[in-house]
C-alpha cells in the first residue's frame, strides 16, 4: 500500500520541482531582458473611480505618442498627486484667477510637447491666471465628470474649461463595454488581481505562444463590428446627461464654466476622409481598408 503510494508522489515532487525551477528561470530571464530593455512603466494606472488616471511621481515618454526630432522636449513628469508637474506650484494658495481645464487627449496635448498644450499655452498669455491642465488622454465625459468630483477640493477652481467629444462617440464591440462604473470597478480588479501575470512562467510562454502567432496580442483589434449599429462608449443620451452633470456641479458652486469643442483631430479623421475617397472614385477595397484602420 505504501509502495503504491509513493510513486504518485514522487512523481508528483518532481513535477513541482520541475515547474519551480522554470518559474525560477522564467524569472531571472525576463528580469534580465526588463532591465536590459530599459523600457518606461505606463503612464497611467487603473482606477474603479475613473478607469485609469495619471500615474503619480510618473517621468518619462508616453507610449504611442509620436517624438519626431527632439524626444526630451515630449518627456511627461506628474506629481505625487498626478498633476503636470509644471502645474504643483499652482495648486496651492495663489493671488492669481485658477482656472482648471479638464479633456481628453486634446486637453492633456498628446503628441505635442507638455508647454504647447492649450492650458499651458493660455497660462503663458495671461499674467493674472493659473491655467492646472487635468485632461487625459482617453477620456469621456463620464470619466471627465467623475475626475471634476475628485479633484475640485484640491485645486478650488475660479474657472472651469470643459472639452470632450471625440471618445465618447468611439465604437465599442458591445454594451458591456461602454463606459460605466462597474466597467471601470471590473477592470481595475482584473488588472490588480491577474494571478497569471504574477508567475513568469506563464508570461514567458505567454509572449512565446504571441510571437509564434499561436495566441494572439490582446492589443491585436482583431474585433469586427458593424459601426451602423455598434454601441458608443457614451451614448448621445448619456453624453448630454454628463455635460449636465458638469455644468450643475459647477453652477451649485458659483464657478463659472466654459465648454470647447474640437473639430476633429486630422491625425484621427484622415483614413475617414481617404476611405471616403476611395469610395467615390470607385475603389471599395481600399475604401474598406482605409474605413478599418479608422475605427479600430
Not at 528580469?31 to 510618473?58: H, I, V
Not at 451602423?228 to 451614448?235: G, K, L, Y
Amino acid at each position: 500500500m505504501t509502495s503504491r503510494l509513493m510513486m504518485p508522489l514522487i512523481s508528483l515532487a518532481l513535477t513541482l520541482t520541475g515547474l519551480l525551477a522554470l518559474e525560477g528561470l522564467s524569472r531571472v530571464l525576463l528580469t534580465a531582458e526588463a532591465d536590459l530593455a530599459s523600457t518606461n512603466p505606463d503612464w497611467y494606472q487603473y482606477t474603479p473611480e475613473l478607469g485609469w488616471e495619471r500615474r503619480p511621481n510618473f517621468k518619462g515618454l508616453v507610449a504611442g505618442e509620436l517624438h519626431r526630432h527632439d524626444p526630451a522636449r515630449y518627456l511627461r513628469e506628474f506629481d505625487e498627486q498626478g498633476y503636470f508637474a509644471v502645474d504643483s506650484a499652482q495648486i496651492g494658495a495663489t493671488p492669481h484667477t485658477r482656472i482648471l481645464a479638464i479633456g481628453d487627449s486634446n486637453t492633456f496635448g498628446w503628441g505635442v510637447p507638455t508647454r504647447s498644450a492649450y492650458p499651458e499655452v493660455l497660462d503663458d498669455l495671461r499674467a493674472d491666471a493659473d491655467v492646472i491642465n487635468l485632461g487625459v488622454s482617453g477620456y469621456t465625459s463620464l470619466q471627465g465628470y467623475a475626475s471634476l468630483v475628485k479633484h475640485f477640493d484640491s485645486v478650488r477652481p475660479d474657472v472651469v474649461i470643459a472639452s470632450f467629444s471625440f471618445n465618447d462617440r468611439r465604437v465599442v464591440p458591445s454594451d458591456s463595454a461602454a463606459d460605466s462604473h462597474e466597467k471601470f470597478a471590473r477592470e481595475a480588479r482584473l488588472h490588480r488581481f491577474d494571478f497569471r501575470q504574477k508567475l513568469y512562467l506563464y508570461r514567458g510562454l505567454e509572449r512565446l505562444l504571441t510571437k509564434v502567432h499561436l495566441l494572439r496580442s490582446s492589443g491585436d483589434g482583431q474585433t469586427t463590428v458593424d459601426a451602423r449599429t455598434a454601441p458608443t462608449r457614451v451614448s448621445p443620451e448619456h453624453y448630454r446627461a454628463n455635460l449636465e452633470r458638469i455644468a450643475r456641479f459647477c453652477r451649485d458652486r458659483h464657478v463659472p464654466l466654459i465648454f470647447v469643442a474640437f473639430q476633429d483631430n486630422p491625425a484621427h479623421s484622415e483614413h475617414v476622409r481617404r476611405g471616403l475617397a476611395h469610395l467615390s472614385a470607385g475603389r471599395p477595397e481600399q475604401a474598406e481598408a482605409e474605413l478599418r484602420i479608422a475605427v479600430n
